[in-house]
């Protein structure tokens, strides 16, 4: 599965396997950065939030703009010159208004790992977090919840009520790895 997030100055691209969560950004200023995951290290949850980074600014700049514009035709006689080059830069800057993203941050062992998206592509971003999110726990599911002789069984109980207690596995699964483990 992949995601894919690009806007003027950056792209990113997040895909995943069996094993690990690939994420690479091209930035126009910072170049190019490769960050790996393994799945094992993804919590199974994510914080959403909105941020309008710059919009601030670059609004108040548009809106400025705007009013200077709208002064230069309603009172001629301010003599306001270059009355078009305002309505040029609000029309210009006014747009980074609506162009607030959406960030999702996926907790992990280490640094969380932050997905940017656009409004339009909310949905795909939290479809991809959540089969995320399902590969990382079948990924644990397939690394600690088997039966092997050669692994103590205490140690293999542990695994099993870590699996539980993580909501990795159901009641079901926990108690059906329990009575193949004493089966042995």
């Not at 080059?85 to 960030?103: K, Q, S, V």
């Not at 050669?150 to 926990?174: G, H, T």
Request: proline share 2%; aromatic share 14%; glycine share 4%.
């Amino acid at each position: 599965m992949k995601f894919t997030h690009k806007t003027l100055l950056q792209s990113t691209v997040a895909a995943f396997n069996d094993k690990e969560l690939s994420i690479r950004t091209k930035s126009i200023l910072a170049g190019e950065k490769i960050r790996t995951v393994r799945l094992d290290e993804i919590r199974h949850s994510y914080d959403f939030s909105t941020n309008f980074n710059g919009a601030g600014l670059l609004t108040a700049i548009a809106a400025a703009a705007l009013v200077i514009y709208l002064f230069s035709l309603a009172a001629p006689f301010l003599h306001l010159d270059g009355g078009f080059f305002f309505l040029l830069i609000a029309i210009i800057a006014l747009p980074f208004f609506f162009n607030y993203y959406n960030f999702y941050e996926l907790k992990t062992k280490g640094e969380p790992i932050v997905l940017h998206c656009s409004k339009k592509k909310q949905e795909e971003a939290e479809e991809f977090l959540t089969l995320l999110i399902d590969a990382s726990k079948q990924f644990l599911k397939n690394k600690y919840g088997f039966v092997d002789a050669d692994i103590p069984k205490d140690v293999q109980f542990q695994n099993y009520r870590w699996l539980l207690q993580n909501a990795i596995i159901s009641e079901v699964e926990y108690e059906e790895m329990k009575k193949e483990l004493k089966k042995l």
